[in-house]
T-cell receptor, first 115, second 112 residues
Framework: GAGVSQSPSNKVTEKGKDVELRCDPI?????LYWYRQSLGQGLEFLIY????????KSGLPSDRFSAERTGGSVSTLTIQRTQQEDSAVYLC?????????????FGQGTRLTVV | GESVGLHLPTLSVQEGDNSIINCAYS??????FIWYKQESGKGPQFIID?????DKRQGQRVTVLLNKTVKHLSLQIAATQPGDSAVYFC???????????FGQGTELSVKP
């Protein structure tokens, strides 16, 4: 597609349930990022994939959070046993990666509400 | 995880005036910086970038200034328009390809 696509756009889930958020990056982009944004706040880094390198998971807030990127393209962020504090907008971005070409293009985000 | 600041500062300007949005970054090893604009309900959008070997870069109505001595970045918007109303974030990058770390956002409000 022309841009970064995220699905679903909105997700309401019950506390304790698992959720999966999907990100389709721009074709050819080797770098993929996940960020979390709580209401009225900035972007919190979660995880970064670059090519075939081991992902940088330093931003994941707990072991309930995990992410994978299959075939160097689509990525899934999984949150297990969701808690109310997980409610936020989850943003995915992709970039060409490497060198100076690190301009990241963002998707519209998935708004997660845990009730 | 690494996080940005809470309680976003706000800047209110009159339409037609110039706006200056500031950002302090923390990593002296960062070598690439980007400004993003985020409108309500949307993902951040790229505005302008600058490399650490530069101290100024101009775009259309926007200028970014970089002061590496004090680790400070600013975004200047000329002749601010109502459509410029948004939250503005700076982001830093280390080692030409590492993860992007976002700074504290600033909410810009343009009064007609």
């Amino acid at each position: 597609g022309a841009g970064v696509s995220q699905s679903p756009s909105n997700k309401v889930t019950e506390k304790g349930k698992d959720v999966e958020l999907r990100c389709d990056p721009i074709s050819g982009h080797t770098a993929l990022y996940w960020y979390r944004q709580s209401l009225g706040q900035g972007l919190e880094f979660l995880i970064y994939f670059q090519g075939n390198s081991a992902p940088d998971k330093s931003g994941l807030p707990s072991d309930r959070f995990s992410a994978e990127r299959t075939g160097g393209s689509v990525s899934t962020l999984t949150i297990q046993r969701t808690q109310q504090e997980d409610s936020a907008v989850y943003l995915c971005a992709s970039s060409l990666g490497g060198g100076w070409n690190t301009e990241a293009f963002f998707g519209q985000g998935t708004r997660l509400t845990v009730v | 995880g690494e996080s940005v600041g809470l309680h976003l500062p706000t800047l209110s300007v009159q339409e037609g005036d110039n706006s200056i949005i500031n950002c302090a970054y923390s990593n002296s090893a960062s070598d690439y910086f980007i400004w993003y604009k985020q409108e309500s309900g949307k993902g951040p959008q790229f505005i302008i970038d600058i490399r650490s070997n530069m101290d100024k870069r101009q775009g259309q109505r926007v200028t970014v200034l970089l002061n590496k001595t004090v680790k400070h970045l600013s975004l200047q918007i000329a002749a601010t328009q109502p459509g410029d109303s948004a939250v503005y974030f700076c982001a830093e990058n280390e080692n030409q390809g590492g993860k992007l770390i976002f700074g504290q956002g600033t909410e810009l409000s343009v009064k007609p």
